[in-house]
Every structure is written in structure tokens, then in C-alpha cells.
């Protein structure tokens, strides 16, 4: 599952990461254009240098992508 989402600053990236730490055990992926970081590293997610960023889970547990969709949708663009 892949969701375009708005950071929009600091707080809300350190909040969407111990969201995503708390809640989901599998492997979480920002994407902007070509580059791909660890969505669980704030100077990853930082490096992308943008508000609007795709977030992907590698996952085929239906409750843990039922748990990332509702994280993503308070971000949502």
C-alpha cells in the first residue's frame, strides 16, 4: 500500500515516525522521485527535503496495513 502524505514540519514528521515505531513491525519506505529512505529515520525523511512524500508498508498483514492506512490518513494529502 502507497500513500501521499503531507509532513508539514518537524513535530508532524517526529509524530508520523513514533506512530509508525509504536504500531508497525514491518518495513515503511518514503519515496520522493527516485530517492528511497527508512520512513522510521527522521533525517532520512528529513534529506527528502519536502512536505509531500509517498509512504509505502512492505507488508501482507491485513491488520498491520489497516494500522498504517489509519496513521497516514491524519497526514493524507
Do not use: H, W
Amino acid at each position: 500500500m502507497e500513500v501521499k502524505i503531507n509532513l508539514n514540519g518537524f513535530e508532524d514528521i517526529s509524530n508520523f515516525i513514533d506512530e509508525i515505531n509504536n504500531n508497525i513491525k514491518s518495513d515503511v519506505d518514503a519515496i520522493r522521485d527516485s530517492q528511497v529512505v527508512d520512513a522510521r529515520s527522521f533525517l532520512g525523511i528529513v534529506s527528502l527535503a519536502t512536505t509531500y512524500i509517498k509512504v509505502r508498508i512492505n507488508s501482507d498483514d491485513d491488520s498491520e496495513i489497516s494500522t498504517f492506512a489509519k496513521i497516514c490518513r491524519k497526514y493524507e494529502v
